[in-house]
Nanobody, 129 residues
Framework: VQLQASGGGLVQLGDSLRLSCAASTHKLENLYIAWFRQAPGKEREGVSCISNGEGSTWYIDSVKGRFTISRDNAKNTVILQMNSLKSEDTAVYYC???????????????????????WGQGTLVTVSS
């Protein structure tokens, strides 16, 4: 699976930003897609994911109510809409994919549990005060 992440940039506190993750070679319906982020000096953390089969989603607590993950099947793209951005959202954001079939064989039944095999390049989000 090849992934292309885009949409990062420099925004002000409270602004919104929309990240896109375009998948090629595989249809979204067969994939878990997740967004991770890594802030300077910190470990990478999972932010959100979507199971494109049944559409279930997961969010880390710190972004619940502010971020929304969705899919555009026509464009084979997953969107992360980020609203009310905070300084602590500043990070490089990565999208990642896991084939649902392999996840289930390996015993992972939800997108927040699965280890991800395919990674896109990062896109930098900077929230300025």
């Amino acid at each position: 699976v090849q992934l292309q992440a885009s949409g990062g940039g420099l925004v002000q506190l409270g602004d919104s930003l929309r990240l896109s993750c375009a998948a090629s070679t595989h249809k979204l319906e067969n994939l878990y897609i997740a967004w991770f982020r890594q802030a300077p000096g910190k470990e990478r953390e999972g932010v959100s994911c979507i199971s494109n089969g049944e559409g279930s989603t997961w969010y880390i607590d710190s972004v619940k109510g502010r971020f929304t993950i969705s899919r555009d099947n026509a464009k084979n793209t997953v969107i992360l809409q980020m609203n009310s951005l905070k300084s602590e959202d500043t990070a490089v954001y990565y999208c990642a994919a896991k084939e649902i079939g392999w996840a289930r064989i390996e015993g992972y039944s939800s997108c927040d549990q699965a280890p991800y095999d395919y990674w896109g390049q990062g896109t930098l989000v900077t929230v300025s005060s």
